[in-house]
C-alpha cells in the first residue's frame, strides 16, 4: 500500500510547474516563479503550501499562513491563528479524503484557522468542524469566512 | 430601446430574492437577510451593490466599498480607495457589456480600485485598465489583486 502523508513543498521548477495543474493557480504562484528565476529566493526553500504527492504527482495542497495576534479580529482571546487557502485536489483524485488529511493536518498546529471557502463547499467546512463567523462587512467584504478554534477559544 | 442603467440596490426581499441567482451568494447575502428579519436594517436601505435590472429581473451586479486611507496598504499616497468584489453578470445576460457598465461606473467615483478576480478573468481586466498588484503574500494570503488608479496615483 502507498504511503500518503503531507509535507511541505519546497520552491523549485518542478513545484511550480506542479501548481499549474491547480485550478486556483494565480498572482501568488507566479511571484514565486519570478522570485526563483531572480534568485530572491533559494532553491528548495519551504514554501507556504503543504501538499501529498501520489508517486512523483502533486495531487493536492493547501496555503497556511500564521498571522499575528495583533491582525486577529476574529478569535477571543486575540491570538495568533492559521490563514487557510488554496485547499484543493486534482479532480482524478478526489474520493480519498486528501482534503481532510490537510485539513487535519492544519488542525493539528492547535491554533484557530480561518478560510474563505468557495461557496459550493460548505458542507466539507461543515463537517470538518470549521463553522460561519459571523459576517462583518468591514472585515471580511467579498469573503465567506469559516472558522475553526481550538478548545478555550471563542468568535469575537 | 430598452434603457440600461446601473443603480444602487436597495435592501429588500426581493433583491435578497434575486441575489440568490447568483453564484457568489454567500455569507454576506445571509447576513443581510438576518438583519432584515430582525430589523437591524430598514427595509430599502441602501446596500454596498450596485446592478442592473433588465426589465425587473437584476440581471448583473457588484459590490463596492469606500475604505479609509488609513487601511490603504495599495496605493501611494495612501488614500481613500475602493474595494470591488462580486462582479457578476448572469449567464443568458453575458455578451452585453453590463460588467463593462459596472465597472466604468466604479472608476466615475475617480478612486482607485482594488479588487480579487477569478483567475479565468483576467483578460477582462486588463481590458478596463486594471493591472496587476505586485503580489505581496502577508498583504494578499490567496488573493489576486488587481487594482486602477486614476491620474497621478501610484502602487505602492
New interface residues.
Given amino acids: 500500500m502507498r504511503e500518503i502523508k503531507v509535507e511541505r513543498l519546497l520552491i523549485n521548477y518542478k513545484t511550480l510547474e506542479d501548481f499549474k495543474q491547480f485550478?486556483?493557480?494565480?498572482?501568488?504562484e507566479?511571484?514565486m516563479l519570478d522570485d526563483l528565476k531572480n534568485n530572491l529566493v533559494e532553491n528548495d526553500s519551504e514554501s507556504?503550501f503543504y501538499g501529498i504527492y501520489y508517486g512523483s504527482t502533486l495531487v493536492a495542497r493547501m496555503?497556511l499562513?500564521e498571522r499575528s495576534a495583533k491582525f486577529d479580529d476574529y478569535f477571543d482571546p486575540p491570538q495568533d491563528y492559521l490563514?487557510l487557502?488554496?485547499l484543493e485536489v486534482l479532480p482524478e483524485y478526489r474520493g480519498n479524503n486528501y482534503a481532510r488529511l490537510l485539513v487535519d493536518y492544519a488542525k493539528s498546529f492547535n491554533l484557530p484557522i480561518k478560510t474563505?471557502p468557495f461557496?459550493d463547499s460548505h458542507g466539507f467546512w461543515d463537517y470538518m468542524g470549521f463553522e460561519?463567523?459571523?459576517?462583518n462587512?468591514?472585515r471580511?467584504?467579498?469573503?465567506?469566512?469559516y472558522i475553526w478554534m481550538p478548545k478555550g477559544v471563542k468568535q469575537i
Wanted: charge should be negative; glycine fraction near 8%.
Fill in positions: 485550478q486556483a493557480y494565480g498572482l501568488q507566479l511571484s507556504p496555503s499562513y490563514v487557502w488554496k474563505n461557496i460561519k463567523a459571523s459576517y462587512m468591514e471580511d467584504l467579498g469573503e465567506n469566512p
